[in-house]
């Protein structure tokens, strides 16, 4: 049971683990006991993930899945909005890189820049926003905080080799 989480993340690897039965009760389960649900997608079978409270695909795979090229703000905000409306999601965040990530849910639309930062390995980058955001959006922060705190986090992991998990002292707050 899930009643004693406020979150729950799904980071599915396509290696088989993450089947659609599995991912698909683990949301409604979730749902039901209204507890978030936080999925990075892998693979093509992105049905899985369907009702799920917010997704978080990298831009290479939002234009593999709705075979789209995106190349503004614009072509960001219709994905998002595709996106939840074909899967029936809450909301979708594009990581984008360099370029910071598009948050997207049927009330609004919010780009939020990264600071730019010496990178080093952008292993557990997306990891680290996943995080961030299921922590900050379970602790019922404003979604523009999460967002804030998220770029602050992947900014700070991608200047260290390999994964880097994120601390307090990254934010200079008390988490």
């Known amino acids: 049971t899930l009643t004693n989480y406020d979150g729950v993340i799904i980071s599915d690897y396509d290696k088989g683990v993450c089947e659609k039965f599995f991912i698909q009760n683990i949301i409604a389960e979730a749902n039901k006991t209204g507890v978030l649900t936080f999925i990075d997608p892998k693979g093509d079978n992105w049905g899985k993930y369907y009702n799920a409270t917010c997704i978080t695909p990298n831009v290479k795979e939002v234009e593999s899945e709705l075979k789209l090229k995106l190349i503004n703000d614009n072509d960001f905000k219709k994905a998002g909005e595709?996106?939840?409306?074909?899967f029936?999601?809450?909301?979708?965040?594009?990581t984008r890189g360099p370029e910071g990530m598009t948050y997207v849910n049927n009330k609004k639309t919010i780009?939020?820049?990264?600071?730019?930062?010496e990178?080093?390995?952008?292993s557990g980058a997306g990891d680290a926003v996943i995080a961030c955001l299921s922590?900050?959006?379970?602790?019922?922060?404003e979604v523009s905080e999460?967002?804030?705190?998220?770029?602050?986090?992947s900014s700070e992991v991608v200047m260290h080799l390999g994964t880097t998990p994120f601390t307090d002292k990254m934010l200079n707050i008390k988490l």
């Open 146 to 153: 999460a967002l804030e705190l998220s770029s602050v986090i």
């Open 88 to 94: 029936k999601l809450h909301s979708c965040l594009i």
């Open 119 to 122: 990178v080093y390995d952008v």
């Open 82 to 86: 595709i996106l939840i409306k074909k």
């Open 135 to 141: 922590l900050c959006l379970s602790s019922d922060f």
């Open 111 to 117: 780009h939020q820049k990264v600071s730019k930062k």
